[in-house]
């Protein structure tokens, strides 16, 4: 089972951004860079996905630095 964080930096590594609006996981990516493996990562995470986007944005939890 994939950690989130790792996710997110392997991800973010690609260029692509992902953030918490309301109770969807939105992204920015460049056409061509979230490949259909990408997509089923998502997907089979979601939940574990939301909750951290969420402690992020409050400020909980361990930071993974989305600026690098």
């Known amino acids: 089972l994939m950690m989130v964080p790792t996710l ?3 991800l973010q590594a690609r ?4 953030w918490l ?3 969807q996981i939105r992204g920015r990516v460049l056409q061509g860079h979230l490949t ?3 997509r089923a990562l ?3 995470h979601r939940t ?3 909750t ?3 402690q992020q944005t409050a400020g ?3 930071a993974v630095d989305l600026a690098t």
Do not use: K, N, Q
Request: charged content about 25%; proline content about 8%.
């Open 21 to 23: 609006d309301g109770e």
């Open 42 to 44: 998502l997907t089979a």
């Open 15 to 18: 260029g692509i951004m992902l």
């Open 48 to 50: 574990a996905l939301l």
């Open 52 to 54: 951290w986007l969420r």
């Open 36 to 38: 259909p493996s990408d």
């Open 60 to 62: 909980e939890g361990p």
């Open 8 to 10: 997110v930096r392997i």
